[in-house]
C-alpha cells in the first residue's frame, strides 16, 4: 500500500498530495529561466546593450524580434510566478477522510482566494459505489471515483501521481471494502 493511507477499525484517512511536486519544481524553475533569458534578450534589442553576457544580441532588430522576446518572456515569468504560488499555498492537497462511526465522507481541500479551506461532507446514504477509471491513451493514469446516487463521480485520487494499476486496484477494493459498496470498472 502507499505512506500516504492511515486505516484504523473505524476511521480510514488518506493524504492528497497537492502541487509541491518535483514536477511542479522543475516547470516553475524552467519557466522563470526561459522567461528571463526570452525578457532580457528583449531588453537588449531595444537599448541595444548586451545583457546576457555568453551572446551578443545587440544586432538583433527590436520590431518583430525583440518585442516578441520581451512579450513571450514576460508571459513566461507571469506564469513561473503563478506556479511559485501554488506551490507555495500548496493548493490541492488535503485528506479524504472516511469515518464509520459517524457514516460518512470527509474531503478536504486547499485552495486559492477567499475559500482557501475547501471541505465537503458526504454521508454514507448517498453512495452508489466506487469506480475505477483509466483512459485508454499512451499516459494513461487510472483514478478512483467516489458514485453518489444522483449520478455524480468524486475524484478521490490525485492526478499528478503515476502509481501501478496493480496498486490503485487494491486501494478501490479495500476502499469499496471499507465502506461496504459496490466496486465499479475492474
Do not use: H
Amino acid at each position: 500500500m502507499s505512506d500516504n493511507l492511515i486505516t484504523k477499525d473505524v476511521i480510514r484517512y488518506e493524504y492528497i498530495l497537492g502541487s509541491r511536486s518535483i514536477s511542479n519544481f522543475l516547470f516553475a524553475i524552467i519557466m522563470f529561466c526561459g522567461g528571463l533569458a526570452f525578457f532580457l534578450s528583449g531588453l537588449s534589442s531595444y537599448f541595444k546593450t548586451n545583457y546576457i553576457p555568453f551572446s551578443d544580441l545587440t544586432g538583433l532588430f527590436f520590431l518583430p524580434q525583440g518585442i516578441t522576446l520581451l512579450f513571450y518572456g514576460t508571459i513566461a515569468i507571469c506564469i513561473s510566478i503563478f506556479i511559485w504560488i501554488t506551490i507555495a499555498l500548496d493548493v490541492g492537497s488535503g485528506t479524504n477522510i472516511y469515518n464509520k462511526s459517524t457514516s460518512e465522507i470527509i474531503i478536504y481541500r486547499k485552495g486559492i482566494g477567499r475559500s482557501r479551506e475547501i471541505k465537503y461532507v458526504y454521508p454514507f446514504s448517498i453512495i452508489e459505489s466506487i469506480r475505477l477509471r483509466s483512459t485508454e491513451s499512451f499516459n494513461s493514469v487510472p483514478s478512483i471515483f467516489l458514485c453518489l446516487k444522483d449520478k455524480r463521480e468524486i475524484p478521490l485520487t490525485q492526478l499528478t501521481a503515476n502509481p501501478p494499476i496493480k496498486e490503485i486496484e487494491e486501494r478501490a477494493a479495500n476502499l469499496a471494502k471499507f465502506l461496504n459498496v459496490y466496486l465499479d470498472g475492474m
